[in-house]
């Protein structure tokens, strides 16, 4: 059944309980919260979700999913165009969904707690497929010539961060769309802050006792 | 009185209420749990610290006074040295106490919930100064031309993100250094990944459209 706004009663169950969790926390909200606020009583939402758990979960694995659909990978780009795409991609899902990635990132120390074996293990399977593949394109730009030798395993999880810790600050209705912020992350990561090529390639950090150790540092 | 360890009992009390926090959570953990961890009994666990609040709030102005430590610039440098260095001070904080790093970040959403006005304004008052010396040597080093013309307040949030976002897998005992992760990150920012001169500053992003977009978006 669908309500007013053209959501199901579960898609609404579920947009205001990520409201709640993002606000208050998963372990500050109350199965009772989430009844109030949605206007059903207590039993009908546990005919949706049999528990609070179940809730969070549906967060987790939505999420997850569009995170996934976001890396995809077409091997007819450079690795250049595949960063950029993953971008905007993911940024532009998290502005249509602040407060999903809010959820996300809030509990994932504590989701052991709540979630299943089963449950955490499909969690963290489609966290390695998303680390995998910006490291893997970043590997790939290395391997074809396009991209300087680098930690991807370092440049990957900084990048990760960088993008996936858009969700903090980034808004539907900001001052810039995710598509913008997305150029300017790209661009700042391909091209570098640097204009000068001697500087660029010799002494990026200005330093040159340091500048050696970021080209091959001892492991 | 000073433990074993060369703690002090203050500084014990803090640190076991830190691991705590970072497993489970500030509102997941009580103060008997403190208390029954660090051998102490309640009573004198509340004459140290009178509310468990207090001790989160140990926790965030120790945190931030650090992270102010390490944004400390010096005027001589040129920019990118300067985001080197606020990069290799930032990383190292982050290493050696990543569970103060984490309940930073876990907790940030729900402060409010916590402690007074006085001290969220405070929280973001240090916040506000980070954030604008990452912006300011960004700027300068714009001035100086020695960076590109980029959305400075966008790049500062991404590459805080980047940094501080670390605390999620940088560890003492990790497989690179602080200083080692620290030069890669900013070597990739800085010297960008692009090999090709050409490439880099005519289509960083392989797609002549956006690369347009990036140099100068509209606002």
Aim: glycine fraction near 6%; hydrophobic fraction near 40%.
């Amino acid at each position: 059944m669908a309500s007013e706004n053209g959501m199901t009663r579960r898609e609404e169950l579920l947009a205001v309980a990520t409201k709640l969790f993002a606000a208050r926390g998963y372990h500050g909200t109350r199965m009772d919260d989430v009844a109030d606020v949605v206007g059903l009583n207590k039993a009908t939402v546990y005919h949706y979700y049999a528990s609070k758990s179940l809730i969070l979960f549906d967060i987790y694995r939505r999420a997850a999913e569009n995170t996934l659909e976001a890396v995809h990978d077409d091997p007819s780009w450079t690795a250049r165009e595949a960063l950029y795409q993953y971008t905007v991609r993911l940024l532009t899902n998290i502005a249509e969904n602040p407060e999903g990635a809010a959820v996300y990132f809030q509990e994932a120390p504590y989701i052991t707690e709540w979630f299943t074996e089963e449950q955490v293990a499909e969690v963290r399977e489609k966290e390695t497929q998303v680390y995998e593949h910006v490291h893997g394109l970043i590997d790939r730009g290395i391997a074809s010539g396009e991209f300087f030798e680098c930690d991807t395993h370092v440049v990957a999880l900084g990048y990760i961060g960088m993008t996936l810790g858009a969700y903090r600050w980034l808004r539907p209705d900001g001052r810039r769309t995710a598509k913008e912020i997305a150029a300017e992350f790209s661009t700042a990561l391909l091209r570098g802050l640097i204009r000068d090529e001697t500087v660029r390639v010799e002494s990026p950090l200005g330093m040159p006792d340091v500048a050696g150790a970021a080209k091959k540092a001892p492991a």
